[in-house]
């Protein structure tokens, strides 16, 4: 009798505990936290072989989760790689093809497309989806996507902060004169406040699920950073070194120091086991501020140094620490990425160009693209080492670039000539078919806007006056 008692209240107690499991709730999504400089070159960071800029919170971010060692981004300069970061779509697409509202020269053989110089409401941006799915989002830093009206609350951030239509801001000091951040004391840092309304966001929001895009105006001009660091690099500087600038390398330490801020913080906290952080750069470093190689030259250019940027992902409990990526990925991933981790995987598939990098990142699987592209079909006289309109391709390890001007293309084999010094067009016209075929085609499918043929150029004068040129930053 006893045990036939004992067994019943026994069922009753298992099956009351099966009621229980099935209605718990269900674990809530990652945060997310997408960190973005703005100019910092492939080798700016120690983790990227930099033996003069000191990085060790972006370091030790590299050590605990994966570094991508061909990522790309979607554009050479800062504009469209922000909208194709935000839509995962490429820049030919969205017609934002330069950066916001550009620069032509004075007497160019070709004439610019027209281009959209913000980024339309109707594009559904990652911030948008994270929140229709729950988090709590917010954008803290450069906006640089066009007027008020197309401001980060426009396009599904709850907070922005420092955002605006600027590509840059007036000072790095207080006071900062932006519109949309509250001024600091004399004197304060924009970086450090950047870090300091991270931190004070993610307090805010610990309780809740939430998407914080920390686009940080560093490393961009102006060239301005902290007296105490800058006397630091200047006594750090040794014959030999290819990165010399003080002022520069300044203004990556703050930057460093921003992001070992976020992360205490969400020890702090007790977040970070559940939250994803992303950290890259909009475009290659800007010569001749800093030295991007063995790449060639950097921001404005057509080449490795223009696009190639540093990546590295944390993702705790998938990515495993000290982890080398060598997948070529592009600006564009990170989209359908982050809604996939977040458990949003069919909206990541509805109209991104860019391919998630969760199989890379669980290193169970492969990406099944095996080609990137490039559309810029525009000027960028103004920049060391810029390029006339130009587009280009990168399938296996080789890339072609189309230059619009005269239709010549030069090649070359990444894995074996990483500085491209070697132009094989000549010597190898199948492989200059087959890719300049699959550009072609790959501009059409996405509707790429053409320059045309400026019927007012002059052939006996420059395209541009050298004049015109922004001249190297002092205080080095």
């Known amino acids: ?42 080798t700016d960071l120690a983790c990227y072989g930099s033996d003069f800029y000191e990085t060790p919170h972006i370091d030790r971010l590299a050590r605990d989760g994966m570094k991508f060692t061909q990522a790309y981004s979607a554009c050479t300069v800062c504009s469209p790689t922000r909208a194709a970061i935000l839509t995962g779509k490429y820049p030919a697409r969205l017609h934002i093809t330069d950066w916001i509202p550009g620069l032509p020269p004075e007497n160019p053989k070709l004439l610019v497309p027209p281009w959209t110089k913000f980024l339309p409401l109707e594009e559904v941006t990652v911030a948008r989806a994270l929140r229709s799915g729950g988090h709590v989002t917010g954008s803290i830093g450069k906006w640089h996507l066009g007027g008020e009206e197309y401001f980060p609350e426009k396009h599904g951030f709850d907070l922005n902060a420092a955002g605006s239509a600027a590509p840059a801001p007036p000072s790095y000091f207080a006071p900062y004169k932006i519109a949309t951040l509250p001024e600091g004391p004399g004197g304060e840092y924009i970086t450090d406040r950047i870090g300091a309304e991270a931190a004070r966001f993610i307090e805010r929001q610990k309780d809740k699920p939430f998407f914080l895009y920390l686009p940080h105006f560093a490393v961009h001009t102006p060239i301005q950073g902290k007296e105490a660091l800058v006397q630091k690099y200047r006594a750090k500087k040794r014959p030999g070194q290819r990165q010399t600038n003080a002022v520069y390398a300044a203004m990556i330490e703050s930057l460093d120091d921003s992001v070992g801020r976020i992360r205490s913080k969400l020890d702090e906290l007790k977040l970070a086991d559940r939250t994803l952080i992303i950290f890259t750069s909009d475009n290659g470093g800007r010569v001749p501020t800093t030295s991007n ?130 132009n094989l067009a000549a010597a190898m016209p199948a492989k200059v078919e087959e890719l300049r075929a699959r550009l072609h085609a790959w501009r059409k499918e996405v509707g790429a806007q053409m320059p045309s043929r400026n019927p007012n150029y002059d052939a006996s004068k420059p395209e541009h006056d050298p004049a015109t040129r922004k001249k190297p930053e002092a205080g080095k």
């Open 1 to 42: 009798m006893h045990r036939k008692r004992w067994l019943v209240t026994l069922c009753f107690l298992i099956g009351l505990l099966g009621v229980r499991l099935c209605h718990a709730a269900p674990a809530p999504p990652p945060n997310v936290i997408l960190i973005l400089a703005d100019d910092l070159g492939w």
């Open 293 to 422: 190689h063995p790449l060639r030259v950097g921001k404005g250019s057509c080449y490795e140094g223009g696009t190639r940027v540093p990546l590295i992902v944390h993702w705790p409990g998938v990515t495993k620490s000290g982890s080398i990526c060598e997948a070529p990925v592009i600006s564009m991933d990170l989209h359908p990425t982050i809604l996939e981790v977040t458990g949003m995987k069919e909206a990541a598939r509805k109209g991104a160009d860019g391919a998630s990098l969760t199989p890379l990142l669980r290193q169970d699987g492969e990406l099944k693209r095996d080609t990137l592209f490039w559309h810029y079909p525009h000027y960028q006289h103004y920049q060391l080492g810029g390029t006339t309109p130009y587009g280009a391709v990168r399938s296996g390890d080789f890339k072609l670039i189309e230059f619009f001007d005269d239709m010549r293309v030069e090649l070359y084999n990444l894995r074996e000539d990483i500085g491209e010094q070697r």
